[in-house]
C-alpha cells in the first residue's frame, strides 16, 4: 500500500514535468520560433537534424521543429475551445438532468445516448463533410461530440450529491434551484470534472489531429501536429525524423495529462 | 494469576505511522491481558486506539503502520513475528472478529449461508451435507428463528439486528478462543442493542471463549464486561474490574467519561421552566405523510407508500418536545414534513412564529439541524461562507453586518473566529455539529427541529453539545422539536416526550 502511494506521487510529479516541458515550449513558440514555420527552402529539402536545424528540416526545408512549436499551439488552441464548449455544455445538461431528473432527465439523456453510440471521429467526419472542412467547423463538431460524456460525469455526482443534507440544509434557507444547482452543488463535482475535463482535452488533442490528418482540419500551409504527421507520412522511410517530431510530441502531451489526472484521481 | 489461564498478552506495544517523515504514535506501550473465558471491554472515545489493538492482534494492521515496540502472545505463539500464512490459520479459527458496520463487512452478492459456511469451509474438513447442518445450527444459535429461509438469504434482506446475529454467528461457527466485538451495536437500535450484548454473553458462559468488547458506549461496556480497561490518545488510562471502575475511577478521564453518561438522574434535567400560558408555536393536525415510490420505466405508475399517520401534535412556545422512536417509525419524515422538505402531506401544519422577527423585520422559518454533521456541512466551502450563506438568503443585511453576525454566532456556538476560514473536514463531528447548530440559529428562528443531534457524536461530546444546546435554548428562547432513539438523551433535553412506532403516536407525556 506504501508503495502504491509513492509511485501515484512519482506518477503526478512526472505528469506535472512532462506537461510544464511541453506547455513551455508551446508558449514560447506563439512569440518566438527559431524560424518562420512556414518558409520554404528547397536547398535544406528533407536535411536530417543538425545545429542549426534541430529537427531537421520537411520536404518544403521548412525547419520543423519550428513547425511542431506553432502546430501544437494550433492544436492545443483547437483543443483547449473544445473542451471549453464540451464542458461548458455539458455540464449545464450534467447539472439540469441531474438535479430535476424526471421526464426532462430521460429525454435529454436518451438523446445523450444517440450521440455517443456513434464513434465520435464517424460523427466529426459526417458534420465535416456536411460543412465544409476547417479549423471553426472542426472546433464546434468537437465541441458537440463532447458533450455527453461530460454530461454524464456531473449527472451522476449531482444524483448523488443532490440527496445529501447540506442541500437539503440549503433548501430550508430558501435558496433557489439555481443557486442550489451552481454554488451549492457544482463546486463538489470538481473532484471528477477536474480529471475529466484533462482527459477531455487529450481526446481533443488527438480528435484534431485525427481530423487534419485526414485533411479535414487544419489546411495548409498552417502547421497542426496532424497536418504534419499526414504531410510526413510519404517521407517516413527517407526521413522518418519529420515525423517523429510531432508524433512524440502528441504522445508527450497524452502522457503529462494522463499522469496528471490519474494522480488527481487517486488523491 | 495462573500463566495457563491467560489466553492472549499484550505487552508494551507501541504502533505508529509516519507521516511527512514525522512518527505518529497511535498506540503508546499498551499492555494488556485476556484471561480464558473473560469478557474485557475497551472503552476510549474514537481516535483512542481501540480499533488499533484489535487490527494488531488480528494481523490486519495497515502496512503504512510500524510496529515501534513490544509483541502479542496468544497461547505461545507470537502474533507479531508470525508469518501471513500461519495468522490467516488462526484467524477465525482461533481469533475471530464481529464488525460494526454488518451490511459492508458481508458480501452482498453472496448468501449468508454461503458466508457462514465459508468460515467451516476455510478451517475443517466435512461433507457437504454437514457444512450445512453446521450452518444452520449456528444460524439457530444465536437466535435468528428461521435458519432454514435465512441461509439462502442475501444480506442486504436481513434487518440491522438479524445481520449482527449472522456476523456473531460467523464468528463463533469455527469454535474460536477469542473473539474481538468492535462496537458490535452501535449502528442497533437500543432494543436490539441490548439483545445482541445478551447473545454474546450467551455465546461466552456456553462456550467459554474470551471476548474483547469494544466500544465508546459506558453503558454497552458496563452491561456485560467483566473488566474494563480505558484508553485515550493510545494509551492505557485505568484498568480494572467494571463495577469498581465505574463506580470509583481515579483517573481524570475516566471520571469525565463516567459523569458524561445521561444517567436518569435529576440533577441533568433541563431546568428549564416553561411558561405556563405560552402560546402554541407549533401546531400539526390530523397529519398524514407519504412517500412516493419510483416509477419503473418511462410510463410505470407511481405507487405510494403512508409514512405517517394521522399525527397531531402541539408545540408550545419555549418548550422542548421529544420525539423518540426506533429506526424506520418515521421520527424524520416527521421533521422534514414540520420544516418543508416533504410535500406529499395531507392535514395541517401550522407555524405561529410571528414574534420570530429578525433585525430586518423578516419572518424567518423553522430551521433544522440533521444528524450527520459531515453531510449536512457543504464539503467545498469554508466554514464562514457556510455561516454567510442563510443570511444572504434570508435577510437584507449589508456584507459589514453579515460578517458581524457570523463572528458573533460563531463565539455563541463555543468556537473562535479562527475557524471560519476552514472547511468541513478540518473540524471534528463535535465542531462540526457547533456549525450546523450555528447555520440554524444564525437568521434567529424561534422553532429549532433537531434530528438526532447527537447519535453520532461521543458520549464526551454529546453531554457538551446537550449543554450548550440548554444554554441556547435559555438565552434566545427557543423552542425545540427533539428527535433522538436514544432515551437518556431526550430525558436530558425534553420536556414533554412523544413515542412514535410505524407513523403514529403511541405515547405522549410530560419526561
Same mark, same amino acid.
Given at each position: 500500500?506504501?508503495?502504491?502511494?509513492?509511485?501515484?506521487?512519482?506518477?503526478?510529479?512526472?505528469?506535472?514535468?512532462?506537461?510544464?516541458?511541453?506547455?513551455?515550449?508551446?508558449?514560447?513558440?506563439?512569440?518566438?520560433?527559431?524560424?518562420?514555420?512556414?518558409?520554404?527552402?528547397?536547398?535544406?529539402?528533407?536535411?536530417?537534424?543538425?545545429?542549426?536545424?534541430?529537427?531537421?528540416?520537411?520536404?518544403?526545408?521548412?525547419?520543423?521543429?519550428?513547425?511542431?512549436?506553432?502546430?501544437?499551439?494550433?492544436?492545443?488552441?483547437?483543443?483547449?475551445?473544445?473542451?471549453?464548449?464540451?464542458?461548458?455544455?455539458?455540464?449545464?445538461?450534467?447539472?439540469?438532468?441531474?438535479?430535476?431528473?424526471?421526464?426532462?432527465?430521460?429525454?435529454?439523456?436518451?438523446?445523450?445516448?444517440?450521440?455517443?453510440?456513434?464513434?465520435?471521429?464517424?460523427?466529426?467526419?459526417?458534420?465535416?463533410?456536411?460543412?465544409?472542412?476547417?479549423?471553426?467547423?472542426?472546433?464546434?463538431?468537437?465541441?458537440?461530440?463532447?458533450?455527453?460524456?461530460?454530461?454524464?460525469?456531473?449527472?451522476?455526482?449531482?444524483?448523488?450529491?443532490?440527496?445529501?443534507?447540506?442541500?437539503?440544509?440549503?433548501?430550508?434557507?430558501?435558496?433557489?434551484?439555481?443557486?442550489?444547482?451552481?454554488?451549492?452543488?457544482?463546486?463538489?463535482?470538481?473532484?471528477?470534472?477536474?480529471?475529466?475535463?484533462?482527459?477531455?482535452?487529450?481526446n481533443a488533442v488527438l480528435a484534431e489531429a485525427g481530423l487534419s490528418y485526414l485533411s479535414l482540419g487544419v489546411q495548409p500551409p498552417q502547421a497542426s501536429l496532424g497536418r504534419m504527421l499526414s504531410e510526413a507520412q510519404s517521407y517516413m522511410i527517407d526521413s522518418p525524423w519529420y515525423a517523429i517530431a510531432p508524433g512524440l510530441m502528441i504522445i508527450l502531451t497524452i502522457l503529462g495529462f494522463s499522469l496528471i489526472s490519474g494522480g488527481m484521481e487517486n488523491e | 494469576m495462573n500463566k495457563n489461564e491467560i489466553l492472549l498478552s499484550i505487552e508494551d506495544l507501541s504502533i505508529g505511522f509516519s507521516k511527512g517523515g514525522k512518527m505518529n504514535t497511535v498506540l503508546d506501550h499498551i499492555s494488556l491481558e485476556v484471561k480464558k473465558g473473560e469478557i474485557l471491554g475497551i472503552v476510549g472515545e474514537s481516535g483512542s486506539g481501540k480499533t488499533m489493538t484489535a487490527l494488531a492482534v488480528m494481523g490486519l494492521l495497515p502496512e503504512s503502520a510500524k510496529i515501534l515496540s513490544g509483541g502479542i502472545d496468544f497461547l505461545g505463539n507470537e502474533l507479531l513475528t508470525m508469518g501471513e500464512k500461519e495468522h490467516r490459520r488462526l484467524r477465525g479459527k482461533e481469533i475471530s472478529m464481529v464488525f460494526q458496520e454488518n451490511m459492508s463487512s458481508f458480501n452482498p452478492l453472496l448468501t449468508i449461508g454461503a458466508q457462514v459456511e465459508e468460515m467451516l469451509r476455510l478451517h475443517s474438513k466435512y461433507t457437504k451435507e454437514e457444512y450445512k447442518a453446521l450452518t444452520i445450527k449456528a444460524l439457530r444459535e444465536v437466535g435468528l428463528s428461521k435458519p432454514h429461509e435465512i441461509y439462502h438469504q442475501y444480506p442486504h434482506q436481513l434487518s440491522g439486528g438479524m445481520r449482527q446475529r449472522a456476523m456473531i454467528a460467523m464468528a463463533m461457527v469455527a469454535g474460536p478462543k477469542l473473539v474481538i466485538a468492535d462496537e458490535p451495536t452501535t449502528a442497533l437500535d437500543p432494543t436490539i442493542q441490548s439483545k445482541i450484548l445478551q447473545l454474546l454473553k450467551k455465546m461466552n458462559d456456553k462456550y467459554g471463549m474470551s471476548i474483547i468488547l469494544i466500544s465508546h458506549d459506558l453503558r454497552v461496556i458496563q452491561s456485560i464486561c467483566s473488566r474494563t480497561i480505558v484508553m485515550k490518545d493510545g494509551r492505557i488510562v485505568e484498568s480494572g474490574m467494571t463495577n469498581e471502575l465505574f463506580t470509583n475511577p481515579c483517573n481524570q478521564y475516566t471520571k469525565e467519561l463516567v459523569a458524561a453518561v445521561p444517567m436518569l438522574n435529576k440533577e441533568y434535567k433541563n431546568t428549564y421552566k416553561v411558561d405556563r400560558d405560552s402560546h402554541p408555536?407549533?401546531?400539526?393536525?390530523?397529519?398524514?405523510?407519504?412517500?412516493?415510490?419510483?416509477?419503473?420505466?418511462?410510463?410505470?405508475?407511481?405507487?405510494?407508500?403512508?409514512?405517517?399517520?394521522?399525527?397531531?401534535?402541539?408545540?408550545?412556545?419555549?418548550?422542548?418536545?421529544?420525539?423518540?422512536?426506533?429506526?424506520?417509525?418515521?421520527?424524520?419524515?416527521?421533521?422534514? @414534513?414540520?420544516?418543508?422538505?416533504?410535500?406529499?402531506?395531507?392535514?395541517?401544519?401550522?407555524?405561529?412564529?410571528?414574534? @420570530?422577527?429578525?433585525?430586518?423585520?423578516?419572518?424567518?422559518?423553522?430551521?433544522?439541524?440533521?444528524?450527520?454533521?459531515?453531510?449536512?456541512?457543504?464539503?467545498?466551502?469554508?466554514?464562514?461562507?457556510? #455561516?454567510?450563506?442563510?443570511?444572504?438568503?434570508?435577510?437584507?443585511?449589508?456584507?459589514?453586518?453579515?460578517?458581524?453576525?457570523?463572528?458573533?454566532?460563531?463565539?455563541?456556538?463555543?468556537?473562535?473566529?479562527?475557524?471560519?476560514?476552514?472547511?468541513?473536514?478540518?473540524?471534528?463531528?463535535?465542531?462540526?455539529?457547533?456549525? @450546523?447548530?450555528?447555520?440554524?440559529?444564525?437568521?434567529?428562528?424561534?422553532?429549532?427541529?433537531?434530528?438526532?443531534?447527537?447519535?453520532? #457524536?461521543?458520549?464526551?461530546?454529546?453531554a457538551q453539545i446537550l449543554e450548550m444546546l440548554k444554554e441556547l435554548q435559555r438565552k434566545y428562547k427557543l423552542t425545540y422539536v427533539f428527535i433522538s432513539h436514544d432515551l437518556n438523551v431526550i430525558y436530558q433535553i425534553c420536556n414533554r416526550v412523544c413515542v412514535i412506532n410505524q407513523g403514529e403516536i403511541v405515547e405522549m407525556k410530560e419526561a
Open positions: 500500500m506504501k508503495l502504491k502511494v509513492k509511485t501515484c506521487h512519482f506518477n503526478y510529479i512526472l505528469g506535472l514535468l512532462i506537461t510544464s516541458l511541453v506547455l513551455l515550449m508551446v508558449l514560447i513558440g506563439f512569440f518566438y520560433t527559431p524560424y518562420d514555420p512556414n518558409e520554404m527552402n528547397v536547398a535544406l529539402k528533407n536535411n536530417p537534424p543538425t545545429l542549426a536545424h534541430l529537427l531537421g528540416t520537411d520536404n518544403f526545408g521548412r525547419d520543423i521543429l519550428s513547425r511542431v512549436m506553432k502546430g501544437a499551439g494550433t492544436t492545443y488552441i483547437i483543443a483547449v475551445v473544445v473542451v471549453i464548449i464540451g464542458g461548458t455544455l455539458g455540464t449545464i445538461v450534467g447539472t439540469l438532468t441531474g438535479y430535476f431528473g424526471g421526464w426532462f432527465d430521460e429525454v435529454v439523456m436518451r438523446l445523450n445516448d444517440v450521440l455517443t453510440s456513434f464513434p465520435s471521429i464517424l460523427l466529426a467526419l459526417v458534420f465535416v463533410s456536411v460543412f465544409g472542412p476547417g479549423t471553426y467547423n472542426i472546433i464546434i463538431a468537437l465541441g458537440i461530440i463532447f458533450v455527453p460524456s461530460y454530461a454524464r460525469v456531473v449527472r451522476s455526482e449531482f444524483i448523488v450529491l443532490k440527496e445529501r443534507d447540506f442541500v437539503k440544509n440549503a433548501k430550508l434557507m430558501g435558496a433557489g434551484s439555481f443557486r442550489i444547482m451552481f454554488i451549492h452543488i457544482l463546486p463538489n463535482t470538481r473532484r471528477v470534472l477536474i480529471p475529466a475535463l484533462l482527459i477531455g482535452f487529450n | 408555536i407549533l401546531t400539526i393536525q390530523n397529519l398524514n405523510v407519504f412517500y412516493s415510490e419510483k416509477a419503473i420505466g418511462l410510463l410505470g405508475k407511481k405507487s405510494r407508500k403512508q409514512v405517517i399517520r394521522d399525527i397531531s401534535i402541539l408545540v408550545n412556545e419555549g418548550e422542548t418536545l421529544g420525539i423518540v422512536g426506533e429506526s424506520g417509525s418515521g421520527k424524520s419524515t416527521l421533521a422534514k @414534513a414540520i420544516v418543508g422538505l416533504n410535500k406529499e402531506i395531507e392535514g395541517v401544519i401550522k407555524i405561529n412564529d410571528f414574534t @420570530a422577527i429578525s433585525n430586518d423585520g423578516s419572518v424567518s422559518k423553522p430551521q433544522m439541524v440533521f444528524q450527520d454533521p459531515y453531510g449536512s456541512l457543504n464539503p467545498s466551502k469554508k466554514i464562514g461562507w457556510i #455561516l454567510e450563506e442563510p443570511l444572504k438568503l434570508q435577510s437584507n443585511l449589508g456584507k459589514k453586518e453579515r460578517v458581524a453576525r457570523v463572528n458573533e454566532m460563531i463565539e455563541q456556538v463555543g468556537m473562535t473566529t479562527k475557524y471560519l476560514e476552514r472547511y468541513p473536514f478540518q473540524l471534528s463531528g463535535g465542531q462540526r455539529q457547533r456549525v @450546523a447548530i450555528a447555520v440554524a440559529l444564525i437568521v434567529n428562528p424561534k422553532l429549532v427541529i433537531l434530528d438526532e443531534p447527537v447519535s453520532s #457524536l461521543d458520549t464526551t461530546i454529546q
